[in-house]
Structure formats: structure tokens, C-alpha cells
């Protein structure tokens, strides 16, 4: 059976993700990101009121017009897990193809969040929910099976699908952390994958290579939560403000900042609209209990309302988690920088950055400005109080140890980052262009021939 790869997006950065896997007649796509960065380079954009070649020449979605090249029906499509990065292009293409969307729980209500706030085109696919270890047959021949493997990642309910074909398993490997104790959800399923690799070997290994250049093992989320216990319990008898910002689908990380701050007898708030969003969702699906007594705003009127409060009853008796981490500039705390909302910030507040800056100039600029602006105030900032959810080097031969791929394909970074992991792999044994394939946006490449 011949297996086609087509690197669609995501190989010449970090973010709008998108792989075709063909093998025969039958095609799987794993994700449909957005490239924020690029939508953030111009004002007043709003996706979900464009066209998808509009935002295609944008460079903010893949560019997907590759698929007529691909000789194959779509009968899939998987994304790994509801970051924007892998779903946020899924409103504007995924009509394109006669194919269901295939998911974990938590992936699929974010998706249908997206559906729902689409205004440009109908999104009819059907949604298909699976739970990490199911499997389903894929098109008719019968030769193929979807996996969904379980994987810890800084979002809940993360998978790395694998296509399961006569040639081997195509293992998508993005985005996860080999965590053995999260604070939410199960560990990373290294049993599985090493099972795979035995019983049926691994034909090719898409790999995350966002931290290959960072030495060392990624840290368990249990050590970002101790971090954040020392920091927040050294100020139990602050009489200040204290205010936490985070990655907003980060719901393990929000849970420890709740948890904490409600043991030194602060009433924890979560405000902005993902923070309600993702909030919602977790607690809807039982991974939290998060509405019985925790309050959670989006809109502005009742954000508003709730920084009021804060005022009128003393910040000391609040935490307010927000959004804002990168600085976005309509995001809580951009606006709080700004003297934009009710709440004022006193010499000497605290505030937690429990997120680390996302490697692109834009953010790098946005959360510098927002930290200038928290300083002159004299806000006491306490920075990267963090653990990332993706691998580092020791992580990345770990995996090839584990998996013992024929053929590797590294993604998820610019082509200066993929460097990184091409000379890890490259002192593993594996060359260029023969069992190591640098990909561009765009590019196709035949691993098994007919």
C-alpha cells in the first residue's frame, strides 16, 4: 500500500497545523490550526467574518489547496486537542471535506464552540467522540484504524492519533510532555506506544519540536503546582491585591490556582472570556468541579461588576484569575495595565505570570509593554512560575527510544527550531533526506511505494 505525507501547515512555524496522511485511496487529516501571531499583525481582524483564502494569504490558516494533489478521499479528520494552534482553522476548512471530525470530549466542545461562532461559511461535519485507547475503522477497504492514544499535555483530554496501516503505524506525535503524575487526567500512555512499536512497528514518527533545543527532561505539572503553593503561601497574610494569569485552557493549572488560593482564604475569580469558556466546558464534563461556588465572568458588564466588589469588600479577600498572559491587547490584563477596568493596582501587589512567553516577536513585544506598564504601578511581578507541555531534548529520545520510528518528520516550529531536533535525530542515525525528512508548508512525501 503506498502512504502519502503532506505537510500542509505547521512546518515553517509554530501554529495552523494541518497533515495528510494518505495511505491507498483513503486520506486522515490530523488538525486545522490558526497562526495567531499573524492575525494579530493586523487591527481589528475578526476570522470568523472572513473568507479562508482571505486568511490563508494572511498566513493566519493553512494553506490547504495542497489537497487537490493528494489522489484520495478524506475520511477523517483528528485533531489532538483544542489549542487554537490545531483547531482554529477547523470552521473555515473542514467543509471543504465529505469527512467527520473525530476527537476526545473536551476537543469536540471546543470545536463546537468554534462552529458556533462561525459566520462565513456552514460547518456540517458530523462530530465523532472517542476517549483516549478507542479506535475506529477508517473508510471501507478495511485496512485501516484510528487510535487514539492518550497523552499529557497543558490542555485536558490531549491524544496522539495514530493510523494504524498494513505498512505500520503513522504515529502523529504532536503536542504533549511525558508526564507519569499530572495534576488532571491520566498519565502518558508509554505503555501503548511501546506496544505499537512491537507488535506492529512504527513506519513514520511527526514529531513537536517546539522545545528541542532546550536541554534536560520537561517537568511534571506537579512541580509548576508546588511552585505556585510556595509563591502564593509566602503571601497567606498579604492585605494586598494578588492576581494570577495563565494559559486559559490550562484548566490543571487554573484547578491549583483555585485550590490555593481558597486554603490562604482568598475568594478565587475566574474573569475574561476563556477563562469562562474553558472553565465552563471542564466543569460541564466532571474533569473539575469549578461552578459550585466559583464565580466565572466573560462579558465586560459582569467583569466589571465583579472588579466593583473587589473594591467595595477589599482586595485581600480576592483572587482574580484573568486572561492576558501574552499581553493580547484585549485581553483582562492588558486592559487592568491600562486603568481599563474598575480595579486599580497599589505599590506593592502581587501578580503571578503561571504561563511563559510563547516564542514569537509579537508576544514577546505585547508582554513586555504590559510589564512596563504593571512596574511604573508598582506591581511585584513573579515570572514563569511555569512548567511547559512540551518536550524537551531528554523527552525527544525518550520517544525515539520508545517508538524506534522507520522515518521521522520534525514540526511544530520555524525551520531554525526544527534544527534543534534534526541534530538530535541525526546523532540517533537518522539522515537527511533518507529517513529524516525537513518539511516545508506544502510538501508531500512518498514513504512506501506501490
Not at 173 to 178: A, F, I, P, S
Not at 259 to 265: H, K, N, S, T
Not at 400 to 421: D, F
Given at each position: 500500500m503506498e502512504i502519502e505525507i503532506a505537510t500542509v501547515g505547521g512546518y515553517e512555524e509554530i501554529g495552523r497545523q494541518m497533515t495528510a496522511v494518505r495511505a491507498g485511496d483513503e486520506v486522515v487529516i490530523f488538525d486545522m490550526g490558526l497562526h495567531l501571531s499573524e492575525v494579530l499583525l493586523h487591527d481589528n481582524v475578526e476570522t470568523e467574518d472572513m473568507h479562508s483564502l482571505d486568511l490563508i494569504d494572511l498566513g493566519a490558516i493553512p494553506d490547504d489547496r495542497v489537497m487537490s494533489q493528494?489522489?484520495?478521499?478524506?475520511?477523517?479528520?483528528?485533531?489532538?486537542?483544542?489549542?487554537?494552534?490545531?483547531?482554529?482553522?477547523?470552521?473555515?476548512?473542514?467543509?471543504?471535506?465529505?469527512?467527520?471530525?473525530?476527537g476526545t470530549d473536551f476537543t469536540i466542545e471546543l470545536v463546537k464552540k468554534q462552529v458556533q461562532q462561525e459566520s462565513?461559511?456552514?460547518?456540517?461535519?458530523?462530530?465523532?467522540?472517542?476517549?483516549?485507547?478507542?479506535?475506529?475503522?477508517?473508510?471501507?477497504?478495511?485496512?485501516?484504524?484510528?487510535?487514539?492514544?492518550?497523552?499529557?499535555?497543558?490542555?485536558?483530554?490531549?491524544?496522539?492519533?495514530?493510523?494504524?496501516?498494513?505498512?505500520?503505524?503513522?504515529?502523529?506525535?504532536?503536542?504533549?510532555?511525558?508526564?507519569?503524575?499530572?495534576?488532571?487526567?491520566?498519565?502518558?500512555?508509554?505503555?501503548?506506544?511501546?506496544?505499537?512499536?512491537?507488535?506492529?512497528?512504527?513506519?513514520?514518527?511527526?514529531?513537536?519540536?517546539?522545545n528541542a533545543g532546550e536541554k534536560g527532561r520537561t517537568p511534571s505539572e506537579q512541580v509548576a503546582r508546588t511552585k505556585l503553593k510556595d509563591v502564593m503561601f509566602r503571601h497567606e497574610n498579604f492585605e494586598g491585591g494578588m492576581v494570577a494569569t495563565t494559559f486559559s485552557s490550562h484548566v490543571a493549572r487554573i484547578k491549583s490556582?483555585?485550590?490555593?488560593?481558597?486554603?490562604?482564604?482568598?475568594?478565587?475569580?475566574?474573569?475574561?472570556?476563556?477563562?469562562k469558556k474553558y472553565g465552563s466546558i471542564a466543569d460541564k464534563l466532571g474533569m473539575v468541579d469549578f461552578t459550585h461556588g466559583l464565580e466565572m465572568q466573560g462579558h465586560r458588564g459582569g467583569v466589571d461588576q465583579a472588579f466593583e466588589r473587589i473594591n467595595k469588600e477589599g482586595k485581600e479577600n480576592y483572587f482574580p484569575i484573568v486572561t492576558g498572559h501574552q499581553g493580547e491587547p484585549h485581553a483582562m490584563l492588558t486592559r487592568m495595565a491600562k486603568d481599563r477596568?474598575?480595579?486599580?493596582?497599589?505599590?506593592?501587589?502581587?501578580?503571578?505570570?503561571?504561563?511563559?512567553?510563547?516564542?514569537?516577536?509579537?508576544?514577546?513585544?505585547?508582554?513586555?509593554?504590559?510589564?512596563?506598564?504593571?512596574?511604573?504601578?508598582?506591581?511585584?511581578?513573579?515570572?514563569?512560575?511555569?512548567?511547559s507541555g512540551h518536550l524537551r531534548t531528554e523527552?525527544?529520545?525518550?520517544?525515539?527510544?520508545?517508538?524506534?520510528?522507520?522515518?521521522?518528520?520534525?514540526?511544530?516550529?520555524?525551520?531554525?527550531?526544527?534544527?534543534?531536533?534534526?541534530?538530535?535525530?541525526?546523532?540517533?542515525?537518522?539522515?537527511?533526506?533518507?529517513?529524516?525528512?525537513?518539511?516545508?508548508?506544502?510538501?508531500?512525501?512518498?514513504?512506501?511505494?506501490?
Open positions: 493528494i489522489d484520495g478521499e478524506v475520511e477523517a479528520i483528528v485533531p489532538t486537542h483544542g489549542h487554537l494552534d490545531h483547531i482554529g482553522a477547523l470552521s473555515k476548512l473542514a467543509h471543504r471535506y465529505d469527512a467527520p471530525i473525530v462565513k461559511f456552514s460547518v456540517d461535519n458530523e462530530l465523532l467522540t472517542l476517549s483516549a485507547g478507542d479506535s475506529m475503522e477508517i473508510g471501507e477497504s478495511g485496512d485501516l484504524e484510528l487510535e487514539l492514544v492518550n497523552v499529557t499535555h497543558s490542555i485536558p483530554d490531549a491524544i496522539n492519533p495514530v493510523l494504524h496501516t498494513p505498512e505500520g503505524a503513522v504515529v502523529y506525535g504532536l503536542d504533549k510532555r511525558l508526564d507519569p503524575n499530572p495534576v488532571l487526567g491520566d498519565p502518558f500512555d508509554s505503555e501503548r506506544f511501546r506496544e505499537i512499536k512491537d507488535e506492529e512497528g512504527v513506519l513514520c514518527y511527526i514529531e513537536d519540536c517546539t490556582l483555585v485550590e490555593f488560593a481558597r486554603e490562604i482564604d482568598r475568594e478565587p475569580i475566574l474573569l475574561g472570556r476563556s477563562m477596568t474598575p480595579f486599580e493596582f497599589d505599590e506593592g501587589d502581587k501578580l503571578i505570570f503561571s504561563a511563559r512567553i510563547i516564542p514569537d516577536p509579537i508576544n514577546v513585544g505585547q508582554r513586555h509593554q504590559v510589564e512596563r506598564l504593571l512596574r511604573k504601578q508598582g506591581v511585584r511581578i513573579y515570572d514563569d512560575v511555569h512548567v523527552g525527544h529520545y525518550d520517544m525515539l527510544n520508545l517508538l524506534e520510528p522507520e522515518n521521522i518528520i520534525p514540526a511544530h516550529n520555524s525551520m531554525e527550531g526544527v534544527s534543534h531536533y534534526v541534530d538530535l535525530a541525526e546523532g540517533m542515525g537518522y539522515d537527511v533526506g533518507e529517513d529524516l525528512y525537513v518539511a516545508r508548508n506544502g510538501d508531500t512525501y512518498t514513504i512506501v511505494e506501490d
